[in-house]
């Protein structure tokens, strides 16, 4: 189906998605990456390594959002089944990293595996807002 002429293209490429995924991807582990010196500065070195394996955790889970969601598209309703499935087993298994920091280590271990899990999620909204606001300023709609 043709867009009217002037009306913007709503459909998304993979080209798009793709360039998306990398962008939140590479931010989040660099904000990881840029956390671990403060953390070890102030002696909390369980807490680097707990900040960086929620983080690892939280893409995994993005990714398999993600794919979930896509084989949701293709396959329609009768894939609803496994895709609850699936939704439990990344819940236990996100929740299994926050259980074993949190076995053996202080609070502040398992704020920072929590912290860590939930910063691809804050990285993929200032993505998505400045992907937005640059497509404004190219159309003319931030006007």
């Keep these: 189906m043709e867009s009217p002429a002037g009306a913007r293209n709503p459909t998304l490429h993979m080209d798009d998605v793709r360039s998306f995924q990398a962008a939140v991807t590479w931010r989040s582990f660099g904000l990881a990456v840029a956390a671990a010196p403060v953390l070890l500065a102030f002696g909390h ?19 398999h959002i993600a794919a979930g969601f896509n084989r949701l598209t293709k396959f329609g309703p009768r894939y ?21 920091v949190a076995g053996h280590r202080p609070p502040f271990d398992v704020f920072a595996y929590l912290a860590g899990f939930v910063a691809p999620l ?22």
């Design 80 to 100: 609803l089944p496994l895709l609850t499935i699936a939704a439990l087993a990344r819940v236990l298994l996100a929740g299994a990293g926050a259980a074993l």
């Design 45 to 63: 070195a369980w807490a680097a390594l707990a900040f960086a394996a929620g983080t690892l955790v939280g893409n995994l889970a993005r990714f």
């Design 122 to 143: 804050a990285v993929a909204i200032a993505v998505y807002r400045q992907q937005n606001l640059s497509n404004c300023a190219d159309t003319g709609a931030a006007r």
